[in-house]
């Protein structure tokens, strides 16, 4: 297993500099960016997709509108290595294989291939009068959803069916416009499929409810009328995959052989917990199925030598991060971007010293973030009751519900998950650019930089970040009602980079990272010295280099010191 704790990811869409790869390798040919980065982390736009900002595929081919093979070799060349995502628990409903479903209904071959949310609960519910079988209340009570109502996406077949398939995370219906010959097949009268049609169409330019309509409301023949529509609407959606059909594991492995034929170094397992579903289960990381088919995974993965980072948010208390650290796998740091807010805000080390003994302790391998492409996770921090045992959080829920009111006031928004009747029963996380989480202060942005890379584990750094990027609210609007994250993924042009390059909060991030990425003390031993909790000083040995952080929570002003090829040096930052 290759090791990742040295060296920084940078972390982007393949169009988020300049509006393709090409123009973000150009960024890592800039002096500014000699030796900085090591890795970068291509988010899944680089791959065929259509929805959810590339975590919808269609299929692994690149996209080449956004990226060519010869990108990919260039990187290489430059000695950065990548990062890429394998979504496990779904495919787009444009992918082949569910479009060969569509087309061909109970007669695909891709049947199994996709979960048939009727046939999965068969025998265990109610069948209603829409259709659709609704789980008995101990099954559903289990069920952990991503939206409102039940995770499903009702499609039609060839034979005029409409059937329910499991859609965990997103989906969206376009209504396309209807001819008054579309109604034959109820409405005899052409006056009254023309007056219909004209009702129809003005209600979907206007982005109205369908069924609210009341020509259809009132219509004896409603539900006919209804299917007419449906069956000629355009369907995304991310649909969860059937991991009970080897033709999956077939997929997978295909998949695989693509990713290490693009040089990818460390797979990221996008969504891997909610893979496994069986009835009577959670649908979210139950055991032992969810570790059966992860090992399953990484004995494919292991004959590539990928570094297996799978994606889970889950409450500390619940110590699944602490057993996915223990079957040997590289975690994810959801943590430190809330513990970071709430270190610099209250001036109050003492969350942060406790998660990085842990993680120094227990061995852990991390990847660490400030912002990414999704919000900064809340829900993560919190304890939880596992087997009658509660387990304390990183922060307490007060700790926790201050640090979102204050984020919200800054102009954030906090997205929720639901029970299975629709509830609010979490925050899940708030959406914002890091730096306005800040308060689009350059002092706390610089300060939060320094400690994320004197952190254990590997950093990674998103590029709006590292621009110092505001909430952008006009992206967000242009995005509707499923928008939150887009205001944090503001695309940069050539003109925002060149700008950006002349800011002291660019550069002086620039140089931090350089001394990350570089220095061989790094992949030594951390070192906590004994401090105030409204300092922290953070040392990193190897042999006879050093590299130490000094900061003050109150001031904000920090300093580094650094040995390299026999000279100390010591930099102080204080803006």
Sequence with gaps: MQNVQKGVVFNAYPDSIGGDLSALIDLFEKSEFKHAFSYVYLLPTVFNSDLDRGFSIIDYNLNQSLVKKENLEYLANL?????????LNHLSVASPQFQDLLLHGNRSKYKDFFINWNSFWTNNGQMQVDGIIKPKKAFLEKLFMRKDGLPILEVFFPDGSKQPYWNTFYQKIEFNKIQPSDLDSVLTSEN????LSKAIN?????GENIQDINLIKNSIYKLDLLNIIYQKCTYLGQMDLNANSEMVWEFYQQSLQKLNSYGCKILRLDAFAYLHKSVGETNFFNKP????????FKSMADEFDFILLPEIHAEYGSKIHEEVAKKGYTIYDFFLPGLMIYTIEYKDNRPLIKWITEIVE????????????DGIPMLDLRGKEVNGICHKGLLTDKQIDDIIALILDRGGKVKNIFDAKGKKISYYQINATYFSALGESEKKLLLARAIQLFMPGTPQVWYLDLFAGKNDYLAMSRAGTEGHKEINRTNLSDGDINEGLTKNIVKKQLALINIRNRLTAFGGKLILEPCNANQLKLTWKMNNDFARLEASLDSLQFSVSYSENGKIRKEIFNS
Excluded at 192 to 195: C, S, V
Excluded at 289 to 296: D, F
Aim: net charge positive.
């Design 362 to 373: 227990k061995g852990y391998k991390t990847i660490n973030m400030l912002g990414c492409h």
């Design 79 to 87: 000695n950065i290595k990548l990062k890429l995502d394998i979504v």
């Design 289 to 296: 199925g969810t570790w059966e088919y992860l090992e399953r």
């Design 202 to 206: 003005n209600a979907i330019d206007k």
């Design 192 to 195: 009254q499929k023309i007056t």
